[in-house]
């Protein structure tokens, strides 16, 4: 098992710009969400998904849109890049809590800076 | 506002002593879950410990539990035999519904 996987790990961009972060999970999980990670912020709730085919917003959702068209794939999209979005992304998965184990599975993280 | 407040931005500790890192947070749920992870140098966010609100009792795992004060909103890490593989980041965190509020972190130095 892969677990949770991002692409690309890293990127930079110029403001205005747009690009795709792709996550990909292979353990069938139906819940998923999009972080950011700012210094001095701990991680913030951009979007996230219970299930194929849905989305909502989280804390921190202007600038960004997401897509869950398929289960395992949960993606994040920025239209137009602002300097303002120059972060570290993080992407996560869940199943639903039965196990006193259950947790969340977080990807490496994908650094953007934009220019 | 769901909030979860780390006021401890550093914290040091001997090797083989103990620490503890301090978290409140605050929400109008009544069922909720409760984490600590930990974020090395690498970033890979690693899951410390678990609590479930409704539990009374505090979580154990190994070397680290909490101390669990739901009247309080209260939910502190006590890393015991400080290691020197424990100096991270550390990120107290709540999940009610389906989101999960995170706090700013505390970072973690452990001096041989």
């Known amino acids: 098992n892969a677990g949770v996987t991002q692409t690309p790990k890293f990127r930079v961009l110029k403001t205005g710009q747009s690009m795709t972060l792709l996550c990909a999970q292979d353990?069938?999980?139906?819940?998923m969400y999009w972080y950011r990670q700012d210094p001095g912020m701990g991680l913030r709730l951009i979007h996230y998904?219970?299930?194929?085919?849905?989305?909502a917003k989280g804390e921190v959702p202007d600038g960004y849109n997401v897509s869950r068209l398929k289960k395992q794939n949960f993606l994040l999209g920025l239209e137009s890049a602002a300097p303002s979005q120059t972060s570290v992304y993080f992407c996560?998965?869940?199943?639903?809590?039965?196990?006193?184990?259950?947790?969340?599975?977080f990807g490496p993280g994908t650094r953007l800076t934009v220019l | 506002a769901q909030t979860v407040t780390q006021s401890q931005p550093e914290m040091s500790v001997q090797e083989a002593e103990t620490v503890t890192l301090s978290c409140t947070y605050d929400t109008s749920e009544s069922d909720y879950y409760l984490f600590w992870y930990k974020q090395p140098p690498s970033r890979q966010m690693i899951l410390v410990i678990r609590?479930?609100?409704?539990?009374?009792q505090n979580a154990t795992e190994n070397r680290f539990s909490v101390n669990f004060q739901k009247a309080a909103k209260s939910f502190s890490l006590k890393i015991s035999d400080s290691q020197l593989g424990d100096a991270a980041m550390y990120f107290c965190?709540?999940?009610?519904?389906?989101?999960?509020?995170f706090g700013t972190g505390t970072s973690l130095t452990v001096i041989p």
């Open positions: 998904s219970v299930g194929e085919g849905t989305t």
């Open positions: 965190a709540y999940i009610a519904g389906n989101q999960f509020y």
């Open positions: 609590q479930e609100a409704y539990k009374q």
């Open positions: 996560a998965s869940r199943p639903p809590w039965r196990r006193s184990t259950d947790t969340q599975y």
């Open positions: 353990m069938n999980h139906e819940y």
